[in-house]
T-cell receptor, first 114, second 115 residues
Framework: AQSVSQHNHHVILSEAASLELGCNYS??????LFWYVQYPGQHLQLLLK??????LVKGIKGFEAEFIKSKFSFNLRKPSVQWSDTAEYFC????????????FGKGTKLSVKP | NAGVMQNPRHLVRRRGQEARLRCSPM?????VYWYRQLPEEGLKFMVY????????ESGMPKERFSAEFPKEGPSILRIQQVVRGDSAAYFC?????????????FGPGTRLTVL
């Protein structure tokens, strides 16, 4: 079955630390990859997405992600986190030719200490 | 420019009652997706609808759950005879064209609690 794995359930960092959240997906066909963020009490918002072209994708708020096809990975990175980045982060995938049903990972909670 | 709207935000039902969850897509979007998030789990796809059509309901439980998206008005997710295991957050998303590369825009969710 198609699935998405996020390896870290909860990450705790201090402000200014660098962030990398892992995401791996199953299946070897064409994929489209998304990172969503859910701030406390708010709805899911799109951070960035990849479906073709440069595998290094830049999103909002200084986030970026790199698609490595050989590793089935799409890790999220930020060089220096802020307290306001405290949120839950979800990696999601759609498969080429699908009608857009997103397959989500379980999410990673990020807590940034001021 | 209103985003995806869901109501109610919180819904409490007793076992055996019916729950109706509503979703109004973003303006200009005619494709609606419903997802369910159980505690400590990621979002799971339930159903994909266009106006007056169910396109994919492969994620819907076989019994008690139904969805519609009428020509006029919001999309409705209906759960009959709720059980405690239905307690979850239900999210609606909408997109422009229902393609795999589309961005889906999410509503704030409805948190259903079954007593």
């Amino acid at each position: 079955a198609q699935s998405v794995s996020q390896h870290n359930h909860h990450v705790i960092l201090s402000e200014a630390a660098s962030l990398e959240l892992g995401c791996n997906y199953s299946y070897g066909g064409t994929v489209n990859l998304f990172w969503y963020v859910q701030y406390p009490g708010q709805h899911l918002q799109l951070l960035l997405k990849y479906f073709s072209g440069d595998p290094l994708v830049k999103g909002i708020k200084g986030f970026e992600a790199e698609f490595i096809k050989s590793k089935f990975s799409f890790n999220l990175r930020k060089p220096s986190v802020q307290w306001s980045d405290t949120a839950e982060y979800f990696c999601a995938v759609t498969y080429g030719g699908s009608q857009g049903n997103l397959i989500f990972g379980k999410g990673t909670k990020l807590s940034v200490k001021p | 420019n209103a985003g995806v709207m869901q109501n109610p935000r919180h819904l409490v039902r007793r076992r055996g009652q019916e729950a109706r969850l509503r979703c109004s897509p973003m303006k200009g979007h005619s494709h609606v997706y419903w997802y369910r998030q159980l505690p400590e789990e990621g979002l799971k796809f339930m159903v994909y609808l266009q106006k007056e059509n169910i396109i994919d309901e492969s994620g819907m439980p076989k019994e008690r759950f139904s969805a519609e998206f009428p020509k006029e008005g919001p999309s409705i997710l209906r759960i009959q005879q709720v059980v405690r295991g239905d307690s979850a957050a239900y999210f609606c998303a909408s997109s422009v064209a229902g393609q795999d590369t589309d961005t889906q825009y999410f509503g704030p969710g409805t948190r259903l609690t079954v007593l």
